[in-house]
């Protein structure tokens, strides 16, 4: 009988290999300007603008500590779109789609990461893969900061003239 498994996305992000389960992701972007009005930076890289909507992009490694914010992303930076289309991520790289046996998902300590972040370790060939839990990536201070700075963007959108 075949082992199930679970899909996640594999990410480089600053040279390190993490993951993300499918299930909460709704589509991959390639970087596209984006809206950085003065009280982005850190970590909140600025707003993608996705059908009048904007949306926060997160630069997950300043985040989780793996490069500085000022750091600009290369050439193969993705945007990660959550499936409740509240945040994107913002990766190096989105690398692919894999299926993961249940039998190859370890559990994480959840005393070793901030938050709870890093959900499972994934064992992909001779790799181990942080699989993030979307849920833990921000603290509730963070996201009600987040929250208040895209209802200002939106705001600000809403007050523009309509484009011809």
Do not use: K
Not at 22 to 41: F, K, W
Not at 100 to 108: E, L
């Amino acid at each position: 009988m075949a082992s199930s498994g679970s899909a996640y996305l594999l990410l480089d992000i600053a040279g390190t290999p993490c993951a993300l389960p499918r299930a909460s992701i709704s589509e991959i972007l390639p970087l596209p300007d984006l809206h950085t009005p003065p009280a982005t930076g850190g970590w909140l890289a600025g707003f993608l603008n996705l059908g009048g909507a904007p949306i926060p992009v997160i630069d997950l490694a300043p985040l989780l500590g793996l490069r500085p914010a000022a750091t600009a992303p290369g050439v193969y930076a993705h945007l990660v779109l959550t499936r409740d289309d509240a945040v994107a991520y913002l990766v190096d790289r989105a690398a692919d789609l894999v299926t993961v046996p249940d039998s190859a998902i370890r559990p994480a300590e959840q005393d070793g990461t901030l938050n709870g972040c890093v959900a499972a370790e994934l064992v992909i060939g001779d790799r181990l893969v942080h699989a993030l839990a979307p849920e833990s990536l921000l603290t509730a201070q963070e996201r009600a900061r987040v929250a208040a700075l895209t209802q200002a963007a939106a705001e600000r959108l809403a007050a523009l003239p309509a484009s011809a």
